[in-house]
C-alpha cells in the first residue's frame, strides 16, 4: 500500500531556544494532555528490556474508546465472568482508520488578510499533482474533510476534480492556529499566549474528533483524506504518537504534503509517511 503512494520522507527542522511561553496558567491545559498516572522516568516491567532503559508506558485508552471503557459499568459490575467477556467483545472494533492528513500548497504570504491568503500558481499546481497521485493509489476514500481556510479549501477543491465521488464537508476546527507552546521555543515566531490557550483548545478538540480508533459499528476499513495546516497535523503527530505536545515545532512538513496516520482496532497507532512529497519535482517542493 506504501508503494501506491510511493513513500519520500522530508527531514525534519528543530527550532532552538529556551523555556518561555509554558507559565503556570498553561498547566491546566497540559494536565488534559499529559497522563499525570505515569512518571516520564517509570521503567520497564516487562522483562523484556533492562531497567536501564527509562520509558512512558502506552496508554491504551488515549482516546477513551477501549472496550472495557465503553460498557455499561453498572451492568458490568453484576454480570459474572462469561457475560463480561462477551460485553467487552461486543465493544471491541475490528477495522482500522486510516487518515491522511494533507497540507494545503503554496499561498500567497505578503497580506495579512486570511481571505487574500489563497493559492499561488505554484500552489495550485502542487494540489493538482497530489490529486493525480491520490487518484492513481486504487484506493477507495472514505470522505473529505476540509479546514475552511481558502488556502485549504482551495487546496481540497482541486483534489476533488481529480477523485470520483468522495463526500466531503469543512470544519472550522481545522483551521491553522498555535497548538501548544514549543520548545525549544522559535525565536522568529512568538505569538501571544493567550493564543495558545483559546487555539490550542480548539486544535485539541479536532484531535479529539478526528483521531481515534474506528467504531464498533464500522467494518471495513477506511481511508479519510484532512486537508489542513502544518501546525495541525504536526500538533495531530504528537498526540497520537503520545510524543510530548511541545515538540510539534520540531517537525517541518512541505506544501501540499501528504502524512498518513494508521489507527488499529486495539489503539495502537502507527504513521506511515510524514511530510511525504513524492510527487512534486524537486523544483516544485516548498515549505511556506
Not at 486570511?114 to 486504487?138: C, D, F, H, I, Y
Amino acid at each position: 500500500m506504501l508503494r501506491r503512494l510511493g513513500l519520500v520522507l522530508t527531514p525534519t527542522a528543530a527550532a532552538a531556544a529556551t523555556g518561555y511561553y509554558f507559565r503556570d496558567d498553561m498547566k491546566a491545559f497540559a494536565a488534559t494532555l499529559v497522563d499525570t498516572r505515569s512518571s516520564s522516568s517509570s521503567l520497564s516491567s516487562s522483562g523484556y528490556y533492562p531497567d536501564d532503559f527509562p520509558k512512558k508506558p502506552w496508554d491504551h485508552n488515549w482516546d477513551l474508546r477501549d472496550p472495557l471503557s465503553l460498557v455499561d459499568q453498572r451492568e458490568y459490575e453484576k454480570a459474572d465472568a462469561d457475560k463480561r467477556k462477551e460485553m467487552v467483545a461486543k465493544q471491541r472494533p475490528t477495522a482500522t482508520r486510516h487518515i491522511i492528513l494533507i497540507r494545503h500548497g503554496q499561498y500567497v504570504l505578503d497580506t495579512k488578510d486570511p481571505v487574500e491568503r489563497k493559492l499561488t500558481p505554484l500552489g495550485r499546481e502542487q494540489a493538482a499533482l497530489l490529486g493525480k497521485r491520490l487518484s492513481e493509489t486504487g484506493l477507495k476514500y472514505d470522505q473529505l474533510v476540509m479546514s475552511t481556510m481558502p488556502r485549504a479549501s482551495e487546496t481540497a477543491n482541486i483534489i476533488l476534480d481529480k477523485l470520483s465521488s468522495v463526500a466531503y464537508k469543512s470544519d472550522s476546527l481545522l483551521e491553522e492556529g498555535a497548538p501548544y507552546p514549543p520548545e525549544p521555543v522559535s525565536y522568529h515566531w512568538r505569538p501571544a499566549k493567550k493564543k495558545f490557550f483559546t487555539e490550542g483548545a480548539r486544535i485539541e478538540a479536532a484531535f479529539r474528533k478526528y483521531i481515534h480508533r474506528a467504531s464498533v459499528h464500522q467494518k471495513e476499513d477506511s481511508y479519510e483524506l484532512i486537508v489542513c495546516h502544518a501546525n495541525v497535523i504536526r500538533y495531530f503527530i504528537c498526540r497520537a504518537l503520545q510524543f510530548p505536545p511541545e515538540g510539534w515545532l520540531r517537525m517541518s512538513l512541505g506544501n501540499a504534503s501528504i502524512t498518513w496516520i494508521a489507527i488499529r482496532p486495539n489503539g495502537n497507532v502507527s504513521i506511515r509517511c510524514a511530510g511525504d512529497v513524492g510527487h512534486l519535482h524537486p523544483d516544485k517542493i516548498t515549505f511556506t
